[in-house]
C-alpha cells in the first residue's frame, strides 16, 4: 500500500522505521513543523523529520487543513495514513481522504486512558498492565473503532520513559500487522466497549509538584510517572516566587523507616530519606536549582547541608531545628 505517515516525537522514530523496512511504501511524512528547542531555543526538527530525510523520504510540515493541504493529499494516492503522536487534529475533509482511513497508533488498551498521556498516567495510576492499540481515527478523542491490541507488563520500577521505550518498539510491530491485515482485508473494525473509558490529558508541571501528605506509594508512581516529562520537583524554603524547585528523580521506598513527617529530610551516609504519611522513601538523583541532576546524598553533602542541618522540610517553607 501506499502510505502517509503523520508523526512527530521520538517515539514515533520506531514506527517510521517499522513501516519503511515493511512491504508498504511510504511516499511522504507528515510532521509537526520545526519548533524551538534547548537553552537556545533554536529551531529543531522533529525526531520524525530527521529519520524520514535521512530514508531519503519527502516531508510535509504544512498544518493539515485548507484547500492546498487537501490538495496535496489527494495528490499523493495514499490509501492508508498511520498515525503516532502526530500532534495536529485533523478534521473531517482530511479523514475521509485516505481509502482505508487514518490509523492511530495509541499507546494504551483503549478504552483506558484516551487522550495526550496514557503512559505516564497508567504510571501514576498504579496500572500493572497496559499496551498499544490501532484504530481508526474518527472526529473524536481516542474513540475510533479498533483494529489492533498488543500488551505489556509495567514493571515495579518503570518510568514513563522505560514504558514508552517499550511500547514504542511492539506498538511499531503491532502498525505494521494491522496495515498487513488491513490490505489483505483480513480485519473488522471494532467499536470500542462503553466500560472502562479513562482519561489521559497531558500532565503540566502543576501535576509534577509532589505533595508528601499522601502515602509513599503515591509518590513513587507520580515521580516515576513524571519522568522524564514533565519532571518531578518539590520546593526547597521561601515564600511565593523566593521557593526554590528541586527536581527529583525516581524515588526507593523504604518500609522500615516511619519516623520521619512528611516532607522532612534525614541525610544518612549512603542515603538520603523523606517521609511521607506513610514511611520514608530514598530520594534518587535531584537537580537543585541552577545545577544539573546529582546523586542525592553529593546534594546532601554539598549545597543542601545547610538547609538539612537546619530540619528541612520539603514542600514548604517550614525549616524547624
Same mark, same amino acid.
Given at each position: 500500500?501506499?502510505?502517509?505517515?503523520?508523526?512527530?516525537?521520538?517515539?514515533?522514530?520506531?514506527?517510521?522505521?517499522?513501516?519503511?523496512?515493511?512491504?508498504?511504501?511510504?511516499?511522504?511524512?507528515?510532521?509537526?513543523?520545526?519548533?524551538?528547542?534547548?537553552?537556545?531555543?533554536?529551531?529543531?526538527?522533529?525526531?520524525?523529520?530527521?529519520?524520514?530525510?535521512?530514508?531519503?523520504?519527502?516531508?510535509?510540515?504544512?498544518?493539515?487543513?485548507?484547500?492546498?493541504?487537501?490538495?496535496?493529499?489527494?495528490?499523493?494516492?495514499?490509501?492508508?495514513?498511520?498515525?503516532?503522536?502526530?500532534?495536529?487534529?485533523?478534521?473531517?475533509?482530511?479523514?475521509? =481522504?485516505?481509502?482505508?482511513?487514518?490509523?492511530?497508533?495509541?499507546?494504551?488498551?483503549?478504552?483506558?486512558?484516551?487522550?495526550?498521556?496514557? =503512559?505516564?498516567?497508567?504510571?501514576?495510576?498504579?496500572?500493572?498492565?497496559?499496551?498499544?492499540?490501532?484504530?481508526?481515527?474518527?472526529?473524536?478523542?481516542?474513540? @475510533?473503532?479498533?483494529?489492533?491490541?498488543?500488551?505489556?507488563?509495567?514493571?515495579?520500577?518503570?518510568?514513563?520513559?522505560?514504558?514508552?521505550?517499550?511500547?514504542?518498539?511492539?506498538?511499531?510491530?503491532?502498525?505494521?500487522?494491522?496495515?498487513?491485515?488491513?490490505?489483505?482485508?483480513?480485519?473488522?473494525?471494532?467499536?470500542?466497549?462503553?466500560?472502562?473509558?479513562?482519561?489521559? *490529558?497531558?500532565?503540566?508541571?502543576?501535576?509534577?509538584?509532589?505533595?508528601?501528605?499522601?502515602?509513599?506509594?503515591?509518590?513513587?508512581?507520580?515521580?516515576?510517572?513524571?519522568?522524564?516529562? *514533565?519532571?518531578?520537583?518539590?520546593?526547597?524554603?521561601?515564600?511565593?516566587?523566593?521557593?526554590?524547585?528541586?527536581?527529583? @528523580?525516581?524515588?526507593?521506598?523504604?518500609?522500615? =523507616?516511619?519516623?520521619?513527617?512528611?516532607?522532612?529530610?534525614?541525610?544518612?551516609?549512603?542515603?538520603?530519606?523523606?517521609?511521607?504519611?506513610?514511611?520514608?522513601?530514598?530520594?534518587?538523583?535531584?537537580? *537543585? *536549582?541552577?545545577?544539573?541532576?546529582?546523586?542525592?546524598?553529593?546534594?546532601?553533602?554539598?549545597?543542601?547541608?545547610?538547609?538539612?542541618?537546619?530540619?528541612?522540610?520539603?514542600? @514548604?517553607?517550614?525549616?524547624?531545628?
Amino acid at each position: 500500500m501506499r502510505l502517509l505517515f503523520a508523526g512527530t516525537p521520538e517515539p514515533a522514530v520506531a514506527s517510521l522505521e517499522a513501516l519503511i523496512a515493511s512491504r508498504h511504501e511510504v511516499v511522504a511524512v507528515l510532521t509537526r513543523a520545526d519548533a524551538p528547542a534547548g537553552r537556545g531555543r533554536r529551531l529543531t526538527p522533529s525526531p520524525v523529520r530527521v529519520r524520514a530525510e535521512e530514508s531519503g523520504v519527502p516531508v510535509i510540515t504544512d498544518r493539515p487543513r485548507g484547500e492546498e493541504f487537501l490538495s496535496t493529499l489527494r495528490e499523493l494516492g495514499v490509501d492508508a495514513a498511520p498515525v503516532v503522536a502526530y500532534g495536529h487534529i485533523l478534521r473531517p475533509e482530511v479523514l475521509a =481522504v485516505p481509502r482505508l482511513g487514518w490509523v492511530n497508533l495509541h499507546f494504551s488498551v483503549l478504552p483506558a486512558w484516551r487522550g495526550a498521556a496514557p =503512559v505516564q498516567h497508567a504510571v501514576i495510576a498504579g496500572d500493572e498492565v497496559t499496551g498499544a492499540t490501532t484504530f481508526l481515527l474518527d472526529e473524536g478523542m481516542d474513540t @475510533g473503532p479498533v483494529l489492533g491490541t498488543t500488551t505489556e507488563s509495567i514493571r515495579p520500577r518503570d518510568t514513563s520513559g522505560d514504558l514508552l521505550a517499550r511500547l514504542a518498539v511492539s506498538g511499531a510491530e503491532l502498525l505494521v500487522r494491522t496495515l498487513d491485515a488491513l490490505e489483505d482485508g483480513a480485519l473488522t473494525p471494532r467499536p470500542q466497549p462503553a466500560d472502562g473509558v479513562s482519561v489521559a *490529558p497531558k500532565l503540566t508541571p502543576a501535576d509534577a509538584e509532589i505533595r508528601w501528605h499522601v502515602p509513599a506509594t503515591a509518590i513513587d508512581r507520580r515521580i516515576r510517572g513524571c519522568t522524564p516529562a *514533565p519532571g518531578a520537583w518539590t520546593t526547597l524554603p521561601g515564600e511565593g516566587p523566593d521557593a526554590a524547585r528541586l527536581g527529583l @528523580g525516581p524515588v526507593t521506598p523504604v518500609p522500615d =523507616v516511619t519516623d520521619l513527617a512528611p516532607g522532612r529530610v534525614r541525610a544518612e551516609k549512603k542515603r538520603v530519606l523523606a517521609g511521607t504519611a506513610t514511611h520514608a522513601v530514598a530520594l534518587g538523583d535531584v537537580r *537543585p *536549582p541552577g545545577k544539573r541532576p546529582m546523586p542525592a546524598p553529593d546534594w546532601a553533602r554539598g549545597a543542601g547541608r545547610a538547609l538539612i542541618d537546619a530540619g528541612l522540610v520539603l514542600g @514548604g517553607s517550614e525549616v524547624r531545628a
